[in-house]
């Protein structure tokens, strides 16, 4: 379809929103049903590079558009591919894009997902589920650690053309795709309201003596009882959140999933982790992008070069890449573009300071000419505002120690110390801050970074309770 702002009505109320002008509009019953189109549609400065010629088109098509008016309307009317229209194809073509001004409390935040949505490769584009699923809707600057592939979906450059023929249109008539696709953008207006924008980010504590999950609310210090453990969970496992479940891989290669917004839920078998690419071994590194879990080398005194990939649209495992280095407990994060692993035990069991980045778009692996200023294994590293932040640790002792690494200038730099020395616990970006989450051996505190003014501040402490892991999840107030 042909979304641009000139297409979007609002109300005089400014209670009701409407999509008009369906001209170019093809129904199309899920994000799997793609078009051929012999034909250049829709605007300049707002279609899609498959628009530009001899090229299939689906709905993430709408979302490169979506996208552009999106930022049309959080800029104050600016263009993300410039102003100048003869320009537009180049600077698609050439991902020339102008993302600054956004008149958001969010701004980092707001932009990583636009940015998602008018990637070139439409493979890489988020659905309208995952889209209203963004953390920026809630007002945060959280890092959304996003990047998407549909798997029926193969980027090709098109063909340019002028031929403004269709060649294949299928389905009932205009007026009645018109009124369908109307409904369903409304629909999709409600869903956003209702699933973007009520929820907030919290931290989810496994607790290990009481066999539970809760919610911790960091402000008040206050815990809220959620889902109890299923059986196999008495046994070692790492956890992850996405796409509104929990899931949770178990040291004996089972694994389960829940969705953790419904009180009524319990933990769903999702089959055994059987890996393709080799051992993991029984506590393995994981990291997320929005919809898949990257297991990461190896882990307990397993050294492994092997990747594995966890699709939780399709539930199937995909061995990948091996990485340049094989490690042991190395730490690792996802950002929009890349996967960074950090140190970890070599063949030799030795911390190393060794960084790799594998691209998330070719697969291939990269090993940085800059190495962390220190050794270490077990990290807990996260992103934010485009550098990474190395945090404690573990070589021959509990590590404080923390780095960050700027990520567009190459560049380390030593931080504060943590209060407390921690290993293997998690970290987390909620309120513009990095929290630093409890830790192996009973280290229970909580801690927030203050990344403008350097400084580490001890929150509180969660007490009576053995914290065996933590994940983030969106949830109503």
Known sequence: MDLKPSNILISQ???SIKICDFGLSIRVHSSKCKVFRKAQFGTNGYRPIESFGNSDVSQRSDIFSLGTVLFHILSNGQEVFGEDDHLFV?????????TSGLLVANPMTTEQLILCMIRKERCRRPDIWEVSQHPCWNGTESHPLSDYYADDEVYESPELSSDSSVLERSGDSVAEEAKSQNADNTAFLHTMKA?????????????????????????????????????????????????????????????????????????????????????HGVLPIVVTTFDS???????????????????TKTELFHSLTDKATATCDCGAVCTDSYLYCFGGDNVDNEATDIVEKMDLSTLKWTRLSSSMRHKRKLACCVEFNKK????????????????????????????????????????????????????????????KYDVQQDEWKTLSRIDNMMIWDSVLVWMSS
């Open 388 to 447: 990474i932040f190395v945090l404690g640790g573990w070589r021959s002792d509990r590590l404080n120690t923390c780095e960050m690494y700027d990520i567009l200038n190459d560049q380390w730099t030593d931080i504060q110390p943590m209060k407390e020395s921690r290993v293997d616990f998690r970290s987390y970006v909620l309120d513009g801050h990095i929290l630093a989450v409890a830790g192996e051996e009973g280290e229970n505190s909580v801690e």
């Open 293 to 311: 879990v990257y297991f990461v080398g190896g882990s307990v005194e397993t050294v492994s070069k092997s990747m594995t990939k966890f699709d």
């Open 195 to 279: 699933m973007g924008f009520e929820r907030k980010p919290c931290i989810a504590i496994f607790d290990w003596d009481s066999k539970r999950l809760h919610r911790y609310n960091y402000h008040e210090n206050r815990l809220t009882t959620m889902h109890e453990f299923t059986g196999d969970m008495k046994k070692w496992f790492t956890a992850v959140s996405l796409r509104e479940h929990i899931y949770i891989f178990i040291q004996d290669r089972s694994a389960y999933k829940l969705e953790y917004c419904d009180v009524k839920a319990t933990w769903q078998p999702i089959g055994e982790w059987k890996l393709q690419s080799g051992d």
């Open 13 to 15: 109320n400014q209670e």
């Open 90 to 98: 180049n600077n698609v073509m050439k991902d020339i894009t102008y």
